[in-house]
């Protein structure tokens, strides 16, 4: 079984690179039974989406100005 610190590492990663099935596994059955990691998870994709919304990458679909 993982751990918190375990779950927010993998979930931090997860922005980064694609998580493999056993990780996408380990973190849906944690976010079940974790409240604060579920609530870790929302917060970093708000991040995320801000973070794009200000830093544009590459792989943005806008066109650039
Ligand atoms: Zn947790």
Not at 16 to 26: G, I, Q, S
Not at 46 to 60: G, I, M, Q, S, V
């Amino acid at each position: 079984m993982k751990t918190c610190k375990d779950i927010s590492s993998l979930l931090s990663d997860s922005m980064d690179r694609p998580l493999t099935k056993r990780e996408r596994w380990a973190v849906r059955l944690h976010l079940l039974i974790c409240r604060h990691c579920s609530r870790f998870q929302k917060h970093l994709h708000f991040l995320h989406k801000a973070a794009e919304r200000y830093y544009p990458t590459e792989n943005d679909k806008h066109p650039p100005s």
